[in-house]
């Protein structure tokens, strides 16, 4: 059997390579493969396993969510969300050293809680914060370093894209993901925020001088316009977390929500209207054709014994379990410098989930594990979705933006090492509220 797995790795691995680097798209090249897979490697008819596979993948009611989520935040970016941040959340943070800059993280950790996605809210806020930042004279170089590394808590603040999906491919609880999200993100936004006061008490040349001050009334009435928004999100949030509804549920909730802002903020056109159902429909298709095509290949590797080999392997080595998570954090990076991470997870859970539950891991953890580590892929040069953002955005040299972001990557490194000595940053949460 062991010169048969090695085979079958050794065929997945060229596969893999030789497919994806033809420019075939993700989810079709997962097909072929298991296709191919399933016709050499076995005696059982591909075509049966074919529409078994994606029928199970893509009919899940779980996965509902996803698009409706997708939409929610298709539509609040076409309102006037993005033009507010800056002046409703200025003023709140002048006292701060770094001052604006902490904008970004804010920025980011509302943003994310409306897009879901890392590369929309990166674009949303960046668009937004740096040329401000720029004209008030902040550096650039942390600027940018702010904003790569807030970006990638559009993964982990919830209602998260990526955690619907590694919950539709670990079959665990959309809604138990979604809380315990909660305090890692808050902890990974404090972190952020600490490390660029701490710069700007250390590079005070820097920095611009302080703003005027303004008068508390005069900050609540800049932040009026947030309101709705943060309302919007707090209601989708809560009506989860307190079992009020389902992930799906709120997920129309928020897009019922999101068009009556639109409406009332007078940016609902048809052409708003259209764009965004266009954009939810093109982003929703993908990851559909993904997670088709990764359940058609993890059925291959499931007929052909492949995950259930390796845990065993890995069991019989004796491998000192942090070890293994030292390897899978390496393993996700390197992946992340060729594929994006909704692929990443799709493409490895099948592998993975066997042997992390053999060596003892909730697999709750293991998804805000996953997220984080899939968060630092995207600020991994060359393929890092975020450092193409910032590109788009900055013009900069793409190694100039993950030089400068190094910062915020190591922080999300030591954020990954306190889960692992202390889990119930991860665990206490959703035991708590749903155990009650």
Same mark, same amino acid.
Request: overall charge neutral.
């Given at each position: 059997?062991?010169?048969?797995?090695?085979?079958?790795?050794?065929?997945?691995?060229?596969?893999?390579?030789?497919?994806?680097?033809?420019?075939?798209?993700?989810?079709?090249?997962?097909?072929?493969?298991?296709?191919?897979?399933?016709?050499?490697?076995?005696?059982?008819?591909?075509?049966?396993?074919?529409?078994?596979?994606? !029928? $199970?993948?893509?009919?899940?009611?779980?996965?509902?969510?996803?698009?409706?989520?997708?939409?929610?935040?298709?539509?609040?970016? /076409?309102?006037?969300?993005?033009?507010?941040?800056?002046?409703?959340?200025?003023? !709140?943070?002048?006292?701060?050293?770094?001052?604006?800059?902490?904008?970004?993280?804010?920025?980011?950790?509302?943003?994310?809680?409306?897009?879901?996605?890392?590369?929309?809210?990166?674009?949303?806020?960046?668009?937004?914060?740096?040329?401000?930042?720029?004209?008030?004279?902040?550096?650039?170089?942390?600027?940018?370093?702010?904003?790569?590394?807030?970006?990638?808590?559009?993964?982990?603040?919830?209602?998260?894209?990526?955690?619907?999906?590694?919950?539709?491919?670990?079959?665990?609880?959309?809604?138990?993901?979604?809380?315990?999200?909660?305090?890692?993100?808050?902890?990974?936004?404090?972190?952020?925020?600490?490390?660029?006061?701490?710069?700007?008490?250390?590079?005070?040349?820097?920095?611009?001088?302080?703003?005027?001050?303004?008068?508390?009334?005069? /900050?609540?009435?800049?932040?009026?316009?947030?309101?709705?928004?943060?309302?919007?999100?707090?209601?989708?949030?809560?009506?989860?977390?307190?079992? !009020?509804?389902?992930?799906?549920?709120?997920?129309?909730?928020?897009?019922?929500?999101?068009?009556?802002?639109?409406?009332?903020?007078?940016?609902? $056109? !048809?052409?708003?209207?259209?764009?965004?159902?266009?954009?939810?429909?093109?982003?929703?298709?993908?990851?559909?054709?993904?997670?088709?095509?990764?359940?058609?290949?993890?059925?291959?590797?499931?007929?052909?014994?492949?995950?259930?080999?390796?845990?065993?392997?890995?069991?019989?080595?004796?491998?000192? /379990?942090?070890?293994?998570?030292?390897?899978?954090?390496?393993?996700?990076?390197?992946?992340?410098?060729?594929?994006?991470?909704?692929?990443?997870?799709?493409?490895?859970?099948?592998?993975?989930?066997?042997?992390?539950?053999?060596?003892?891991?909730?697999?709750?953890?293991?998804?805000?594990?996953?997220?984080?580590?899939?968060?630092?892929?995207?600020?991994?040069?060359?393929?890092?979705?975020?450092?193409?953002?910032?590109?788009?955005?900055?013009?900069?040299?793409?190694?100039?933006?993950?030089?400068?972001?190094?910062?915020?990557?190591?922080?999300?490194?030591?954020?990954?090492?306190?889960?692992?000595?202390?889990?119930?940053?991860?665990?206490?949460?959703?035991?708590?509220?749903?155990?009650?």
């Amino acid at each position: 059997m062991e010169s048969d797995l090695s085979t079958i790795i050794i065929f997945l691995v060229v596969s893999l390579t030789l497919i994806l680097g033809a420019g075939i798209w993700i989810g079709l090249a997962l097909m072929v493969i298991g296709y191919l897979g399933l016709y050499w490697f076995t005696p059982i008819p591909a075509v049966n396993v074919l529409g078994t596979a994606i !029928w $199970t993948s893509i009919s899940s009611w779980s996965l509902a969510a996803l698009p409706l989520f997708i939409w929610m935040g298709e539509i609040l970016y /076409r309102t006037r969300i993005s033009e507010n941040l800056f002046r409703g959340l200025a003023p !709140w943070v002048n006292w701060i050293p770094g001052r604006l800059l902490h904008v970004n993280v804010i920025g980011c950790g509302i943003f994310a809680a409306v897009s879901g996605s890392s590369a929309a809210t990166t674009a949303t806020v960046g668009r937004m914060s740096l040329p401000e930042l720029k004209k008030r004279g902040y550096d650039q170089g942390i600027s940018i370093a702010s904003l790569a590394g807030s970006g990638t808590l559009g993964l982990l603040i919830p209602p998260s894209i990526i955690m619907i999906v590694y919950a539709v491919a670990a079959e665990v609880s959309i809604v138990r993901l979604f809380i315990a999200g909660v305090i890692p993100g808050i902890v990974l936004m404090l972190l952020f925020s600490s490390y660029i006061a701490v710069w700007a008490l250390m590079n005070k040349h820097l920095a611009p001088p302080p703003e005027p001050s303004m008068p508390f009334m005069l /900050r609540v009435k800049s932040t009026a316009e947030l309101i709705p928004i943060i309302l919007l999100i707090l209601v989708v949030i809560a009506s989860i977390y307190l079992g !009020w509804a389902t992930a799906t549920e709120a997920a129309v909730v928020g897009v019922a929500g999101s068009l009556a802002i639109s409406w009332f903020t007078k940016t609902l $056109t !048809w052409l708003s209207f259209k764009a965004s159902l266009m954009g939810a429909t093109r982003l929703s298709c993908m990851i559909t054709l993904i997670i088709a095509g990764a359940a058609f290949l993890t059925s291959m590797m499931a007929y052909t014994g492949v995950p259930n080999s390796l845990a065993a392997a890995v069991i019989d080595m004796d491998v000192n /379990r942090y070890v293994l998570l030292a390897f899978l954090v390496l393993l996700y990076l390197i992946l992340g410098c060729f594929i994006d991470g909704i692929s990443m997870i799709v493409l490895t859970t099948a592998v993975v989930l066997p042997v992390i539950q053999a060596s003892g891991f909730d697999l709750i953890w293991f998804g805000i594990f996953i997220v984080i580590v899939v968060e630092m892929a995207q600020i991994t040069p060359p393929v890092g979705f975020n450092l193409f953002v910032l590109q788009g955005l900055t013009q900069r040299n793409i190694f100039y933006i993950a030089k400068v972001s190094s910062p915020f990557f190591i922080l999300m490194i030591l954020l990954v090492v306190v889960m692992t000595m202390v889990p119930e940053i991860v665990t206490w949460l959703p035991s708590k509220m749903l155990n009650r």
